[in-house]
């Protein structure tokens, strides 16, 4: 699976951003999609999961409220939508994916395919 990110960059605090994630190469409807978000001098942390959305979307707590992940099955796409983003956000974030459900799947090293990134920051 290739995973190709966008749609990150410099906000204020308060503000919103939209982060997208083009896939190809595995049938979009089997795959668990994930964001992490990795700050500077930290570890890779979970942001977010969805699969084909017949299971509930999941978030980190600290997101909860504020972020929001879909998919447009039709574009091979899966978003996160960032609202009232503050400095601790801050971070290179991620997409991943797996194949099958996302239960359980908060751990980076249960991701199988990764992409390179796009930078968020907050001022």
């Known amino acids: 699976v290739q995973l190709v990110e966008s749609g990150g960059g410099s906000v204020q605090t308060g503000g919103s951003l939209r982060l997208s994630c083009q896939t190809s190469g595995y049938t979009f409807d089997n795959l668990c999609l994930g964001w992490f978000r990795q700050a500077s001098g930290k570890e890779r942390e979970w942001v977010s999961a969805?699969?084909?959305?017949?299971?509930?979307?999941l978030y980190a707590d600290d997101v909860k409220g504020r972020f929001t992940i879909s998919r447009d099955n039709a574009k091979n796409t899966v978003y996160l939508q960032m609202n009232s983003l503050a400095p601790e956000d801050t971070a290179m974030y991620y997409c991943?994916?797996?194949?099958?459900?996302?239960?359980?799947?908060?751990?980076?090293?249960?991701?199988?395919?990764w992409g390179r990134g796009t930078q968020v920051t907050v001022s």
């Open positions: 969805m699969n084909n959305g017949r299971e509930s979307k």
């Open positions: 991943a994916s797996v194949w099958g459900g996302c239960a359980g799947q908060r751990r980076a090293e249960n991701y199988d395919s």
